[in-house]
């Protein structure tokens, strides 16, 4: 087997061909999605994903609430940004009530967003040791995580599907103990974030395992509909939070990182060093939130005017947009979600074939999908 | 290029078009013509729409509304394009997922949840339900069994 | 006095299918029974099975800050040969259904099912409007405790391993509770 291009070509399973099914039941942490690998020996020479095994659905439910409710089912989609999620919505739905939201509650949001992505960032490179065999950075990135739950559930009364961004603002003022907690995370999280660096990142085996491994072009990204660091390790600057700043991020001042390697090394690379952009940009915010209103004055039931709308929100895997078409009425007339994870899924395929079975998982880990927002 | 350039570069090469302006510019072309004004859009250097953020279909009861959301990342303008399918029973639409790599998933779920074909598309298979089920976005979909309806 | 074990209520009003246990109470247990019960209940390794959000609860329970691994849950098994409960944490839907029926069945007597957050009770979030979601995995495997919660947290899911860790302590395995069944 020379080129890629020879591999792709064969389709109908050969004698030597042996197809494996790898999940929907399997112990990587990402949730249940299957994949039909056509392998050589090691080679792997096709993979198919099959979804549907967490299709819950919610697009068809959303129809069915209003535009308060359908709010609460989204956290439970790409959970691991559940706040982003919810601020996607929200903002959908201020843009159709052309409603403008205060200050106040665009810092808090912003804080919120940040600190969540951190959470995203610590558990994918904990999850993603474990993926590779390291079981210390499992414990690792969950030690750090706890400490921003605590902080999520002494605000927003949940430690996961936080619920707290509504068409508005935000739904409750902020703990008074917030900024203080905050301030105590960010010194705790800078003192340790060098375990991070000299547990996974100068690791010889890690090096070996995700360099070369999963090779994508700028171009194949943009086709493919990639976003998040998926895109920025390729050299596709994409960060929705440079390209189209909402909700505050105008006025705060972080670097989008961008890697040109294209393979997992470099994808892992994007992720490691978003992290202390985020520290950077709560840091920036975390002494200066205005005062006044955490919510701006609605009516209780929500009714759009007739027409669509398109919010568009940089959440810890990519670009999510929520695109609301409403006809006048209470309930909205068809919601669709642009998820990140289901365009970074179709890169799978271009990224894998050729490589090896050991090669696929470091490719799964370093996409970091979380298959509940796929399958919606 | 601005709203009112955009309109005149499309009409020139698609004169069916209708235009609306909400919060982005959309243009409303009948669903035969998609695939060459998608193509032109894609290879047109004034145009450049080279990233298709997201597709998705919309039943409007009395016909489909296959909608493609579209910018260019060199040029930054953004635009929605509609196609309009006028035949619910028999609903059919080109394919562009050899223009945009994106399209060969999301179009898979459109047909999966409305029951619009996409022909020429390399693979159109169910994505998350099986086969024998229905359609379940299309807005007479009724399942008394498996929903309970508040 | 009335107990809860004698009590008389009216079978056809209760929701669920009620077994009578002989005596009106739970088995007088033997030392033997007992040094198994209290060895079984103290060692029971979960598989993994995480569907969606619970998951990730049930993930910061295993890890270091609220850590299952001291009541005997240590290892968890991928494999449903090698292990003893199946804690259900995540949405059950259609197409998922076979597949958690087929681990149940792959698991080996005495094996447990605890089922995590409002989905696995009855659908939770996803029980109006929603035509793919099973509504509760009690139609699809017999459940021994339940948790409440979405999602519940570390701690909840703590209690009910105690639960059930009390469950089989008290009793023998589900075989033998079943009596005309």
């Known amino acids: 087997m020379s080129s890629k291009e020879e591999i792709q070509d064969v389709t109908e399973l050969r004698e030597e061909d042996f197809m494996l099914n790898i999940g929907p039941q399997h112990p990587s942490t990402h949730g249940v999605l299957h994949l039909k690998v056509k392998l050589h020996g090691e080679t792997i020479m096709d993979v198919q994903p099959h979804l549907g095994y967490i299709h819950r659905s919610i697009e068809k439910m959303c129809e069915a609430s209003t535009y308060r409710n359908f709010i609460y089912l989204t956290s439970r989609m790409d959970y691991l940004s559940a706040h982003m999620n919810n601020q996607a919505c929200s903002m959908a739905v201020e843009k159709g009530l052309a409603l403008e939201i205060p200050p106040r509650a665009k810092i808090i949001r912003v804080l919120m967003s940040e600190l969540t992505r951190i959470a995203s960032h610590t558990l994918w490179w904990g999850a993603m040791g474990l993926d590779l065999g390291a079981v210390t950075p499992f414990f690792v990135g969950f030690r750090d995580r706890e400490d921003i739950l605590d902080i999520f559930e002494e605000s927003c009364g949940a430690r996961l599907t936080m619920n707290y961004n509504v068409p508005g603002g935000v739904m409750y003022d902020i703990h008074p103990n917030f900024q203080r907690k905050v301030k105590e995370f960010l010194v705790n999280f800078k003192k340790r974030y060098h375990e991070y660096d000299e547990l996974l990142t100068g690791n010889v085996i890690l090096h070996e395992r995700t360099k070369g491994v999963g090779y994508i072009s700028a171009e194949d990204v943009v086709s493919y509909g990639c976003s998040g660091p998926v895109a920025r390790a390729s050299g596709v600057s994409c960060d929705i939070r440079k390209w189209q700043p909402y909700d505050g991020y105008e006025n705060v001042q972080f670097e989008e990182i961008i890697e040109t390697g294209g393979d997992c090394f470099a994808r892992y690379m994007v992720r490691m060093r978003e992290m202390p952009q985020s520290v950077h940009i709560i840091e920036q915010l975390i002494d200066n939130i205005p005062e006044g209103d955490f919510q701006a004055k609605t009516k209780a039931v929500l009714k759009l005017p007739k027409g669509e709308f398109y919010s568009r929100v940089e959440t810890a895997r990519g670009e999510l947009g929520v695109y609301i078409v409403s006809d006048g009425s209470m309930n909205p007339y068809r919601i669709k979600f642009r998820s990140p994870n289901f365009s970074n899924l179709s890169a799978l395929k271009h990224m894998a074939v050729g490589g090896k079975i050991g090669d696929l998982v470091a490719i799964m880990a370093t996409l970091d999908l979380v298959i509940p927002d796929l399958d919606r | ?150 | ?181």
């Open chain 3, 1 to 181: 006095m009335e107990t809860p074990a004698t009590a008389k209520f009216d079978v056809k009003s209760f929701p669920g299918k009620v077994t009578h246990m002989p005596g009106g109470g739970s088995f007088v247990v033997t030392s033997i029974d007992k040094m198994v019960n209290w060895s079984r209940s103290n060692s029971l390794w979960p598989l993994v099975f995480g569907t969606s959000c619970c998951a990730i609860e049930m993930m910061s329970a295993a890890s270091a800050k609220y850590d299952w691994s001291r009541f005997g849950f240590e290892v968890a098994r991928a494999t449903p040969r090698q292990a003893d409960v199946i804690i259900c944490a995540g949405t059950i839907v259609y197409k998922m259904a076979p597949v958690l029926k087929r681990l149940y069945d792959q698991m080996a007597d005495p094996k447990y099912v605890i089922a995590m957050g409002a989905c696995t009770i009855s659908g939770g979030p996803f029980f109006y409007n929603s035509y793919s979601v099973v509504k509760g995995i009690d139609h699809v495997v017999p459940v021994d405790v339940y948790i409440a919660g979405c999602p519940p947290r570390p701690e909840a899911l703590l209690h009910a391993l105690i639960t059930l860790q009390k469950k089989i302590q008290e009793g023998g395995p589900r075989e033998k509770i079943n009596i005309g069944f």
């Open chain 2, 1 to 150: 290029m601005t709203n009112e350039e955009l309109k005149a570069f499309i009409s020139a090469h698609t004169p069916e078009v209708t235009f609306e302006e909400t919060q982005f510019l959309n243009a409303i072309i009948p669903s035969e013509k998609i695939y060459p004004l998608a193509k032109y859009l894609r290879e047109n250097p004034d145009a450049d729409i080279d990233y298709l953020i997201c597709l998705s279909g919309v039943d409007w009861k009395d016909h489909f509304m296959v909608v493609y959301h579209m910018t260019s990342r060199k040029h930054k303008h953004t635009f929605v394009l509609k196609a309009k399918i006028a035949d619910r029973n028999n609903a059919e639409i080109h394919t562009v997922c050899d223009i945009w790599r994106t399209a060969e998933f999301h179009e898979r779920e459109v047909y999966d949840l409305f029951g619009i074909k996409f022909i020429n598309h390399p693979d159109l298979r169910r994505l998350f339900l099986d086969d024998t089920w229905g359609f379940p976005l299309r807005k007479d979909y009724t399942d008394d069994i498996t929903i309970v309806s508040l």
